[in-house]
């Protein structure tokens, strides 16, 4: 089955950190841009990071440069999201999508929940 | 960098046709035929219905097509089913630009 396995969402105190993983199975990754797509409750989509296919550029949404860092191991089809000093406004599903070229997510995780608490 | 505007909300009736509209700029919607539509059911993942303006991925029903004028985008249902209310979220490319998506747009069967 082709797909995208998000994990390691939990509930976290502000100012913590937590470690997102995404396994790809079925679904080659290695020669694509990943991302890590956030929405917060009842809220809309929110783009938050991506990384280039051999990992040597990586960009960030400005709500949270300098606080999150995107990484890959293509060895092992996965994708990682470790979330440093998070805030209340961080409070979130987090999904793993693929960009399947020109921006375009062509497949996508179920998402795991991060939710910070004050 | 703004989000795509969208309408908030859209409703029709059992077998009626909506569109639902998605406003940008002459950098990227009106720049490239980079456009994508996204299906969201409530609590689940996002589903990529519709990409490069008109082009559907495999599986997607005939009743979704996509389409472009200028700096607008637009996505119709045709035939619409109690199954299609969902929100729908648009993407654009934009040159040396992070994504962004659409400002999404619930739809409603009545």
């Known amino acids: 089955e082709v797909q995208l396995v998000e994990s390691g969402g939990d509930l976290v105190q502000s100012g913590g950190s937590l470690r997102l993983s995404c396994a790809a199975s079925?679904?080659?990754?290695?020669?694509?841009?990943m991302n890590w797509v956030r929405q917060a409750p009842g809220k809309g989509l929110e783009w938050v990071a991506s990384i280039k296919e051999d990992g040597t550029e990586r960009d960030y949404a400005d709500s949270v440069r300098g606080r999150f860092t995107i990484s890959r191991d293509n060895t092992k089809k996965s994708v990682t999201l470790q979330m440093n000093s998070l805030r209340v406004e961080d409070t979130a599903m987090y999904y793993c999508?693929?960009?399947?070229?020109?921006?375009?997510?062509?497949?996508w995780g179920q998402g795991t929940p991060v939710t910070v608490s004050s | 960098q703004s989000a795509l505007t969208q309408p908030a909300s859209v409703s029709g009736s059992p077998g009626q046709s909506i569109t639902i509209s998605c406003t940008g700029t002459s950098s990227d919607i009106g720049a490239y035929n980079r456009v994508s539509w996204y299906q969201q059911h409530p609590g689940k993942a996002p589903k990529l219905i519709i990409y490069?303006?008109?082009n559907r991925p495999s599986g997607v029903s005939y009743r979704f097509s996509g389409s472009k004028s200028g700096t607008t985008a637009s996505l119709t249902i045709s035939g619409l089913q109690a199954e299609d209310e969902a929100d729908y979220y648009c993407?654009?490319?934009?040159?040396?630009?992070?994504?962004?998506f659409g400002t999404g747009t619930k739809v409603t069967v009545l």
């Open positions: 490069d303006v008109v």
């Open positions: 999508a693929r960009d399947g070229g020109w921006h375009c997510f062509d497949h």
């Open positions: 079925g679904l080659a990754i290695s020669d694509y841009w």
């Open positions: 993407n654009s490319y934009r040159r040396n630009s992070s994504p962004v």
